[in-house]
């Protein structure tokens, strides 16, 4: 298999981080260190990164019900708490996609570079769905402006859905992954985003998962992420 397809199943990145990690001269293949992405092995060489030898992990998958305050990484001097505090440690797992510190919900978490890399990959992007509360309750005006798109800095933007619950708070239906998109497309209309949660990816939901724990995905739940 690839090298960084092996450095994946090892947990040590996502398939294209580790491309990054190779290039930069990090890996050894029986003592040499290799730098070519292309490079293939059979898995029963000598493989370490930074002189660590490193061995395939099992595979994990946890559905996370993030609270806000946590920063969605791995690593982060800066942050105060990391995602990877919540769920077990025994294997090093790393989130797939980011919701920022502000946001909470839904949060898949695991060690598989290949379902890392098709689940943030613009061609199989999935269906997020969130629930926001805004400052200022949008005008009937600005709802419609915003269902039949807007743009903004990085280019146009129209939610597959977007509809009002409740005076000030709303449910909105994406699935682009460009940074901050729902606060800013809110920004755009001069109010602000007091509350957002991310209640379902796909056909994955919070259903019955409080704030702050996880839980394995099924066997259902994961063909479904990577069949669709």
Not at 109 to 128: A, F, I, S, V, W
Request: hydrophobic content about 35%; overall charge positive; proline content about 4%.
């Amino acid at each position: 298999m690839k090298l960084a397809k092996y450095l994946a199943s090892c947990g040590i990145a996502s398939r294209r981080r580790s491309e990054e990690i190779i290039q930069s001269g990090h890996v050894t293949v029986d003592g040499e260190t290799v730098t070519n992405v292309a490079t293939t092995v059979l898995g029963n060489e000598s493989i370490c990164v930074d002189d660590k030898l490193i061995k395939p992990n099992k595979l994990v998958y946890y559905l996370l019900n993030k609270p806000v305050g946590y920063t969605s990484s791995v690593l982060d001097t800066h942050a105060d708490k990391l995602v990877t505090e919540l769920v077990p440690t025994e294997i090093p797992v790393w989130p797939v996609g980011r919701l920022d510190r502000e946001t909470s919900g839904l949060l898949i978490m695991t060690n598989d570079g290949d379902l890392t890399q098709r689940l943030t990959h613009p061609k199989y992007e999935k269906d997020k769905e969130y629930t926001l509360v805004v400052d200022r309750p949008l005008s009937n005006t600005e709802v419609a402006k915003l269902q039949k798109g807007i743009v903004l800095e990085d280019g146009p933007f129209k939610p597959d859905k977007f509809t009002e619950i409740s005076a000030g708070k709303y449910d909105i239906v994406i699935h682009e992954g460009r940074n901050r998109l729902i606060r800013r497309a809110i920004d755009h209309f001069g109010k602000q985003i007091m509350h957002l949660t991310r209640t379902r990816m796909g056909h994955l939901t919070l259903t019955n998962l409080k704030e702050g724990k996880y839980r394995p995905l099924t066997t259902k739940e994961l063909e479904s992420l990577r069949n669709a």
